[in-house]
Structure formats: structure tokens, C-alpha cells
């Protein structure tokens, strides 16, 4: 959290805790962020992407494991929850 603050701080914009605490909350049910442990997230493959296809399938397969890890089930849980209107 004190990184986020951090590099909000050059924008010059400033956030509490719980404020982003309930944004990395909606990200996790939005299936865009998967809580790793305590403070460590990992962001959805699908939406940072990677730099090559052999990247990206790596990226995928250990966000798979994760989610298999966490006891979620990949096909609810891997692509992002996106709201409209």
C-alpha cells in the first residue's frame, strides 16, 4: 500500500488506507486482481498482458495455478468481470 501512495504522490494525489483497501477489493471480485497473501496481489494476465506470446502463456499458466492455489475455480474466476452502463 505505502508503494500505491508513493507513486500516487507524484501525480500529486493522495489516498487512505481504507480507500484503497476497498479498490483492491473491487478488483478481486472483478476477477482483475487475485489476493496472493496478506498486501500481495497479482494483477490478471488478460489485462497487463506480457511482452511475447511465450510471455504471456507463462503469465497465464501461473495466474491459473494461483487461482487453483487459492481454491477458486479458473473458469469463474479468470476473465474479468467487466460492468455495463
Not at 12 to 34: C, F, M, P, V, W
Not at 44 to 69: A, F
Request: glycine fraction near 8%; proline fraction near 4%; hydrophobic fraction near 30%.
Amino acid at each position: 500500500m505505502e508503494n500505491f501512495k508513493q507513486f500516487c504522490g507524484l501525480f500529486g494525489e493522495s489516498y487512505n488506507d481504507s480507500s484503497i483497501k476497498q479498490a483492491i477489493k473491487h478488483l478481486r471480485t472483478q476477477n482483475i486482481a487475485l489476493n496472493l497473501n496478506r498486501g500481495k496481489n497479482r494483477i490478471n494476465p488478460l489485462i497487463t498482458g506480457g511482452k511475447s506470446v511465450p510471455e504471456r502463456k507463462t503469465l497465464i499458466k501461473n495466474y491459473s495455478e494461483e487461482l487453483l492455489n487459492a481454491g477458486l475455480k479458473t473458469y469463474d474466476n479468470f476473465y474479468p468481470k467487466y460492468a455495463v452502463g
